[in-house]
């Protein structure tokens, strides 16, 4: 297959199983060399900021020498963002190559009535490239939960990450922080030492602290009494921890809180092979770069592209304007079906003058006209426009001084922040 039939294939095959469980992965893998047992790694679970988390932790490993595979999902400006080494996409020749190998294997297990999913088969490319190019260490973002998740097919990591525990997927992972955080927990396996977000909420906490207690491994908690924000902008925020001073080049407060729980994923590494020098981390915090995670496109009048899209999400980014000084903003948002939606509005509200509503491109999205219905409740100037890319053209050409926001999903970041760039670059 060349790189369009590889993709055609994958996003061609069902998004969910027909079994729960990880046996077809490990039957997967095995009949691809077993590529999960060749690389350690650092495995991160949570609700929220673990694609963040995830991106800081790699390039601090790169930047101190180490080949690091990052492993995320969902992707922003295209697929290959999900697979890379030190930073840069699998190459499509490279991809094509190993779906075409994967490929009759999978037709296989579909011809014996265990078809494989579409995040199982991403999943096992990711972990066969990163074996068979010889990464030191490989960091893998969860895709959804944690216990049942494609990605937890990995023996022991040397750190188990669980960031911000929230409210998400309630339909799946339970509608309690305790059952939620229970999924979360099932990457902490015996041998790991496990690193916790620092404001986590107690009834996930405790599930987290039991889980790390039953399998014998270390827990580690940031500590913010060693924390000093020296300086927070659009650009970012410049920090000290524990008496290093860091420059993090992602904004809004809960950024802070996700590198402190990467400092502490990477502080766990000291007595290993892994070990990393203030300078490496220092360099590999301000390379860190991650799309739609209140990304500025333009800073006057600021362009901001967010993935915020459940209610912690929507704390967080209400912190970051509200600590920006941010406010009357032209917003185009639109948010999947299944997501909690009405929650998120109310918290947007107060910062946004107009609200462009638009469908995001996603089959579980919610049409623009249903969606608008529930904008008009939070603010009282609503403009229905369901194309997307549409909707950011009318967001730039009419917000004036005050500035744009996109936020509630990250498909929605997806499609139209390349049209906001290449409209900002006409200008």
Known sequence: MNYPETLAWIHGTERFGSRLGLGRMGRLLHRMGDPHLKVPYIHVAGTNGKGSTTTMIASVLTAGGFKTGKFISPFILEFRERMQID???IPEETLAALATRLRPIAEEFKAAGDPPTEFELVTVLGLTWFAESGCDIAVLEVGLGGRLDATNIIPAPLV???????YD?????????????????????????VVCYPDQEEEALDVIRRRAAEEGDPLRLPDRTQLTILSADLSGNRICYKGQEVFIPL????????????LEALEALSGTRFAL????????????????????LRQVPPVLVDGAHNPNGGHALCDALKALGLHNLTAVVGMLRDKDCLPVLRMMGPYCARMIVTTVPNPRSTPAEEFAELARQVCRDVTICPNCEEAARLALSTAGEQGVLVFGSLYLASAVRPVLIAELQKN
């Open 169 to 193: 997927h309630t339909a799946i992972l339970g509608d309690t922080l305790a059952a939620i955080a229970g999924e979360k927990c099932g990457i902490i396996k015996r041998g790991s030492t």
């Open 87 to 89: 930073g840069e996409m």
């Open 251 to 262: 904004s809004g407060p809960h950024q802070v809180l996700n590198a402190l729980t990467a």
């Open 160 to 166: 188990a990450v669980i960031t911000r525990v929230d």
């Open 277 to 296: 020098s203030p300078a490496s981390i220092a360099a590999g915090l301000a390379a860190t770069r991650f799309p739609a995670r209140l990304e500025l």
